[in-house]
């Protein structure tokens, strides 16, 4: 629980909620459960809706720099349709499953600096209220541990973690926005790369890691970057030599230039779709895989498509405020 608040859109006295979630990290497709603790006001209320919303603090790059905002990427109804009684206390258990591209928000408890947040709704006889929003912990599927794990062991270190409005090119990304982890190449990459970008997208079949180095020029050749795509499965991966794997990426990184050789399962890259490096590229720092427009229009326009698709009807702008009130309130009261 992060903080109660008493319900604005009904005025003093009305009921309060407080979202507590189970105290374990969830994990990208999985489940995400806890229960909402209702407290009945001066008088009874009928409870139609309860929702629980997953939003993210996100960034945008543009030609004037980086800008960061807010967006909502997922929307459950949870609970409803009864009459809390004034001063009458009742908790509501629920279970959701949560996107499989839900970004990871630490690794072994140690966080990652990425941002999520579960905002419960009540609607009460026509009005609505934000009631509660907490943070949510996620921690990292098997497979993407074992890639991670794989790299420490290899030297590299991680360096941080955001996550980037816009959509990579030929793959299969639902989301708006996708998590991008920058780690420190090792000793062995460190004279050919700058930096190395990690991107997990996971699906209920598998998962594709998308890795992007920004290479290093020599005297008569300008710096580039270079990126690749793979593909691994959920299932065996106990039994799979990840450092061997993972070395085999990043060596076929390292040397990739501008085509893609045939997807071959582990190991082997995946091509990406027509046009999908080297342009359609709005405001982004790299020349490759990763796209999306101005902040000026990116928080807006992602949360207005996901109002349609996802969340049904809300405002884009209100979407960012309140989540960005959230997020400084809640580096306050931690203070």
């Given at each position: 629980?992060?903080?109660?608040?008493?319900?604005?859109?009904?005025?003093?006295?009305?009921?309060?909620?407080?979202?507590?979630?189970?105290?374990?990290?969830?994990?990208?497709?999985g489940?995400?459960?806890?229960?909402?603790?209702?407290?009945?006001?001066?008088?009874d209320?009928?409870?139609?809706?309860?929702?629980?919303?997953?939003?993210?603090?996100i960034?945008?790059?543009?030609?004037?720099g980086?800008?960061?905002?807010?967006?909502?990427f997922?929307?459950?109804?949870?609970?409803?349709?009864?009459?809390?009684?004034?001063?009458?206390q009742?908790?509501?258990?629920?279970?959701?499953?949560?996107?499989?591209?839900?970004?990871?928000?630490?690794?072994?408890?140690?966080?990652?600096?990425?941002?999520?947040?579960?905002?419960?709704?009540?609607?009460?006889?026509?009005?609505?209220?934000?009631?509660?929003?907490?943070?949510?912990?996620?921690a990292?599927?098997?497979?993407?541990?074992?890639?991670?794990?794989?790299?420490?062991?290899?030297?590299?270190?991680?360096?941080?973690?955001?996550?980037e409005?816009?959509?990579?090119?030929?793959?299969?990304q639902?989301?708006?926005?996708?998590?991008?982890i920058?780690?420190?190449?090792?000793?062995?990459?460190?004279?050919?790369?700058?930096?190395?970008?990690?991107?997990?997208?996971?699906?209920?079949?598998?998962?594709?890691?998308?890795?992007?180095?920004?290479?290093?020029?020599?005297?008569?050749?300008?710096?580039?970057?270079?990126?690749?795509?793979?593909?691994?499965?959920?299932?065996g991966?106990?039994?799979q030599?990840?450092?061997?794997?993972?070395?085999?990426?990043?060596?076929?990184?390292?040397?990739?230039?501008?085509?893609?050789g045939?997807?071959?399962?582990?190991?082997?890259?995946?091509?990406?779709?027509?046009?999908?490096?080297?342009?359609?590229?709005?405001?982004?720092?790299?020349?490759?895989?990763?796209?999306?427009?101005?902040?000026?229009?990116?928080?807006?326009?992602?949360?207005?498509?996901?109002?349609?698709?996802?969340?049904?009807?809300?405002?884009?702008?209100?979407?960012?405020?309140?989540?960005?009130?959230?997020?400084?309130?809640?580096?306050e009261?931690?203070?």
């Open positions: 629980m992060v903080f109660k608040r008493l319900l604005g859109a009904l005025g003093v006295g009305g009921p309060t909620v407080d979202t507590i979630l189970d105290p374990a990290p969830a994990r990208p497709g489940t995400l459960t806890g229960q909402i603790r209702l407290q009945g006001g001066n008088a209320f009928e409870i139609e809706h309860i929702t629980l919303e997953l939003v993210a603090r960034e945008a790059e543009h030609e004037g980086e800008s960061e905002g807010a967006v909502a997922d929307r459950f109804t949870v609970g409803g349709g009864f009459r809390l009684a004034a001063g009458e009742r908790d509501v258990p629920f279970s959701v499953t949560l996107p499989w591209e839900t970004p990871v928000t630490e690794l072994h408890g140690q966080g990652l600096g990425i941002v999520l947040g579960v905002r419960t709704e009540l609607s009460v006889a026509g009005a609505k209220d934000k009631g509660d929003l907490d943070q949510l912990n996620v990292p599927l098997p497979a993407q541990e074992a890639v991670l794990e794989a790299l420490g062991g290899l030297g590299f270190g991680f360096r941080s973690a955001d996550l409005y816009g959509r990579i090119g030929g793959t299969g639902r989301l708006p926005f996708y998590q991008e920058e780690l420190v190449p090792s000793p062995r990459y460190a004279q050919q790369v700058d930096e190395i970008e990690l991107t997990f997208l996971a699906n209920p079949g598998g998962m594709e890691v998308v890795l992007e180095a920004d290479k290093r020029g020599g005297f008569l050749s300008p710096g580039h970057d270079a990126l690749t795509r793979f593909n691994v499965s959920h299932e991966v106990e039994h030599d990840w450092p061997a794997i993972v070395e085999g990426w990043i060596g076929q990184l390292v040397e990739h230039r501008a085509s893609y045939p997807p071959a399962g582990y190991g082997s890259p995946a091509p990406f779709g027509q046009g999908s490096h080297g342009h359609g590229h709005e405001g982004h720092h790299h020349d490759g895989h990763r796209s999306g427009p101005g902040m000026g229009t990116a928080v807006a326009a992602g949360a207005a498509g996901l109002a349609v698709g996802v969340v049904g009807g809300m405002v884009a702008g209100e979407v960012v405020d309140e989540v960005g009130d959230f997020f400084e309130g809640d580096e009261e931690e203070g």
